[in-house]
């Protein structure tokens, strides 16, 4: 690749886009370790966070289809009946 290109990337040169980066980086250190968060604990609150997304996610599909069997229960029969009734005619 060209400099033209690697600056266009980039958005800037290579020497000034990495001294904004590490600049950006000890600023949002400084701010999160304020806040007593390390990178595991973000990691570990994502991880916990799609569990119980998923969690939530298979205990709705499990009530539906509790619903689902309940009123199986009572439609099923009473289309047979419907069906046998109109069968005769």
């Given at each position: 690749m060209s400099n033209d290109r690697v600056n266009r990337l980039l958005g800037g040169s290579p020497a000034r886009?990495?001294?904004q980066l590490v600049v950006l980086s000890l600023i949002v250190?400084?701010?999160?370790?304020?806040?007593?968060?390390?990178?595991?604990?973000?990691?570990?609150?994502i991880v916990r966070s799609f569990e119980q997304i998923i969690a939530m996610?298979?205990?709705?599909?499990?009530?539906?289809?509790?619903?689902?069997?309940?009123g199986a229960?009572?439609?099923?029969?009473v289309?047979?009946?419907i069906r046998l009734l109109n069968a005769g005619r």
């Open positions: 886009v990495a001294l250190g400084v701010i999160l370790a304020a806040f007593d968060l390390t990178p595991m604990g973000i990691v570990r609150w996610g298979f205990g709705a599909v499990e009530q539906v289809l509790g619903y689902l069997l309940l229960a009572v439609v099923i029969p289309w047979i009946v």
